[in-house]
């Protein structure tokens, strides 16, 4: 059974858990920097020629760029969520 993100934001201690080398690892710290809007962070987490999806009137960037695009578009629909993988 896959763990569950940590409740609380991930901290120095916490952080050497989440192995950055691994999938989940990214993964975990990408929802991490989500939940607690700290995008920059998570764009970095995306390779360059990274195919973003995004809205079809929206002009279609890569990357970090493009998700940082993809998230500024979807938070005014969902200023609140927030996401927990499973």
């Known amino acids: 059974m896959a763990d569950k993100l940590p409740s609380q934001p991930v901290t120095s201690a916490t952080r050497a858990q989440l192995d950055p080398h691994t999938a989940d690892g990214v993964i975990r710290e990408y929802y991490e920097c989500f939940n607690t809007r700290r995008f920059v962070e998570a764009a970095a987490l995306f390779a360059d020629d990274a195919e973003v999806e ?3 009137m929206v002009r279609q960037e890569r990357g970090g760029i493009g ?8 938070l005014r629909a969902f200023p609140d969520a927030t996401l927990t993988p499973e």
Request: proline share 9%; glycine share 0%; no cysteine.
């Open 54 to 56: 995004q809205l079809p």
């Open 67 to 74: 998700y940082l695009q993809f998230v500024s578009l979807w």
